[in-house]
C-alpha cells in the first residue's frame, strides 16, 4: 500500500469513519526518518506519522509509548499524541497550528527553549531506558557493518578522540532527556506557546546533550542556547561536554546516514546519504579541533 492508502485504512478504524470522510493534506517539512501528514476528519485536523523503512531498527515503540506515559504530567509535548500502534510505528496526533523552529530563527527563542528543556530536566522523572551513548553507538555501528557499508576516512581517528573523553562524560549526573531536541522538533504555536514533540529516543542522559541537540543544523544555535540554559557564563567543562556531545551526534548519525545508503534509501528518497554520512565525519572533526584550540580539552 502507498502512504495514502495506509492513512485510510488506519485512520477509518481508528475513528470509524469512512474512507471518503479523511483528507489528506500537504506533508509536514523536517526529518529525513518518518513522514508525517495532515489530515482533516469532520473538520478535525490531525497528523498522521508513517515511520520510514527500517524504523524500528532504531527506534523501540514500547519505549516510545513509556516515554510519552513518563512525560504527560508535564505537558511539555501539548498532549498531542492520540494513538501509537506498537507495531507499526503508526501515530495519530491531534494537529496544532504552529511553526518548527528551523523554520523560523531558533536564536529568537533561546530563553522559551530554555524554560522547555528545563521543565523535562528539572522535573525529576526517571526513565527505564538509559540513552547509553557509548553503547548506542557500538550498536550503530554493528547495523551499519552488517550491512555491508564501510566507515568513511577519518572516522577511526575522531571516534577515538571522543572515546578518550568517556570517563569524563560518564562522570555527569543522567536526567530524563528528549536526546533528539533539534530545533524541527520545538513547534512554536499561534497560542505562542512552545510544545517539543517526537520522542522516539527518550531516555536518561546528560541534559547537555539536549542543548548540544539544537546544534543540529547550525552549532552556533547549541553554543547560544548554552548560557541561557545555564542561567550564566559556561565553564570550560560545560562547553566540552557541549561540543563532545555534538561530536557524537556526528557519529551517531554518520552510522544511520550509512545504514540508510545500505537499504537503498538515497534512491527512495533522492537524498545521497552516502555524501551525508562523509559530511557528518568531517563535521565531528571540525567540532573536536575547534573545542581543543579553545582550550576546552579535558
Given at each position: 500500500?502507498?502512504?495514502h492508502?495506509?492513512?485510510?485504512?488506519?485512520?477509518?478504524?481508528?475513528?470509524?469513519?469512512?474512507?471518503d470522510?479523511i483528507?489528506?493534506?500537504?506533508?509536514?517539512?523536517g526529518?529525513m526518518?518518518?513522514s508525517n501528514?495532515?489530515?482533516?476528519?469532520?473538520?478535525?485536523?490531525?497528523v498522521?506519522?508513517?515511520?520510514?523503512?527500517?524504523?524500528s531498527?532504531?527506534?523501540?515503540?514500547?519505549?516510545?509509548?513509556?516515554?510519552?506515559?513518563?512525560?504527560?504530567?508535564?505537558?511539555i509535548?501539548?498532549?498531542?499524541?492520540?494513538n501509537?500502534d506498537?507495531?507499526?510505528?503508526?501515530?495519530?496526533?491531534?494537529?496544532?497550528a504552529?511553526?518548527?523552529?528551523?523554520?523560523?530563527?531558533?536564536?529568537a527563542?533561546?530563553?522559551?527553549?530554555?524554560?522547555?528543556?528545563?521543565?523535562?530536566?528539572?522535573?525529576g522523572?526517571?526513565?527505564?531506558?538509559?540513552?547509553?551513548?557509548?553503547?548506542?553507538?557500538?550498536?550503530?555501528?554493528?547495523?551499519?557493518e552488517?550491512?555491508?557499508?564501510?566507515h568513511?576516512e577519518?572516522?577511526?581517528?575522531?571516534?577515538a578522540?571522543?572515546?578518550s573523553?568517556?570517563?569524563?562524560?560518564l562522570?555527569?549526573e543522567?536526567?530524563?532527556?528528549?536526546?533528539?531536541?533539534?530545533?524541527?522538533?520545538?513547534?512554536?504555536?499561534?497560542?505562542?506557546?512552545?510544545?517539543?514533540v517526537d520522542w522516539?529516543?527518550?531516555?536518561?542522559n546528560?541534559?547537555?546533550?539536549?542543548v548540544?541537540?539544537?546544534?543540529?543544523?547550525?552549532?552556533?544555535?547549541a553554543?547560544?542556547?548554552?548560557?541561557?540554559?545555564?542561567?550564566?557564563?559556561?565553564?570550560s567543562s560545560?562547553w566540552?561536554r557541549?561540543f563532545?556531545?555534538?561530536?557524537?551526534?556526528?557519529?551517531?548519525?554518520h552510522?544511520v546516514?550509512?545504514?540508510?545508503?545500505?537499504?537503498?534509501?538515497?534512491?527512495e528518497?533522492n537524498?545521497?546519504?552516502k555524501?551525508?554520512?562523509?559530511?557528518?565525519?568531517?563535521k565531528?572533526?571540525s567540532?573536536?579541533?575547534?573545542?581543543?584550540?579553545?582550550?576546552y580539552?579535558?
Open positions: 500500500m502507498n502512504h492508502e495506509i492513512i485510510r485504512q488506519q485512520l477509518s478504524r481508528y475513528f470509524n469513519v469512512s474512507s470522510a483528507h489528506i493534506g500537504d506533508r509536514l517539512r526529518g526518518s518518518n501528514y495532515i489530515v482533516t476528519i469532520n473538520d478535525q485536523v490531525y498522521f506519522r508513517i515511520p520510514g523503512k527500517n524504523a531498527t532504531f527506534v523501540s515503540r514500547k519505549i516510545e509509548q513509556a516515554t510519552i506515559d513518563l512525560i504527560a504530567p508535564t505537558g509535548d501539548g498532549h498531542l499524541t492520540l501509537l506498537l507495531e507499526t510505528g503508526y501515530k495519530i496526533s491531534r494537529y496544532v504552529g511553526t518548527p523552529l528551523f523554520l523560523l530563527h531558533p536564536d527563542y533561546y530563553p522559551q527553549a530554555s524554560a522547555c528543556l528545563h521543565q523535562l530536566h528539572d522535573a522523572l526517571v526513565h527505564p531506558k538509559d540513552y547509553d551513548p557509548f553503547g548506542r553507538l557500538h550498536t550503530y555501528e554493528g547495523f551499519a552488517a550491512s555491508g557499508m564501510v568513511g577519518g572516522y577511526p581517528e575522531i571516534k578522540s571522543f572515546l573523553h568517556q570517563a569524563f562524560l562522570g555527569v543522567k536526567v530524563m532527556c528528549h536526546n533528539d531536541a533539534q530545533p524541527s522538533n520545538f513547534i512554536w504555536t499561534e497560542a505562542e506557546k512552545l510544545w517539543l522516539e529516543f527518550g531516555g536518561m546528560d541534559p547537555l546533550y539536549d548540544a541537540c539544537f546544534g543540529n543544523n547550525d552549532f552556533s544555535y553554543k547560544g542556547l548554552l548560557p541561557v540554559y545555564l542561567g550564566r557564563k559556561p565553564k560545560e566540552m557541549l563532545l556531545w555534538r561530536v557524537f551526534q556526528c557519529l551517531q548519525w552510522n546516514a550509512l545504514y540508510k545508503e545500505a537499504i537503498g534509501l538515497s534512491q528518497l537524498l545521497d546519504f555524501h551525508i554520512a562523509d559530511q557528518y565525519i568531517a565531528a572533526h567540532l573536536y579541533r575547534e573545542a581543543i584550540s579553545l582550550g580539552g579535558t
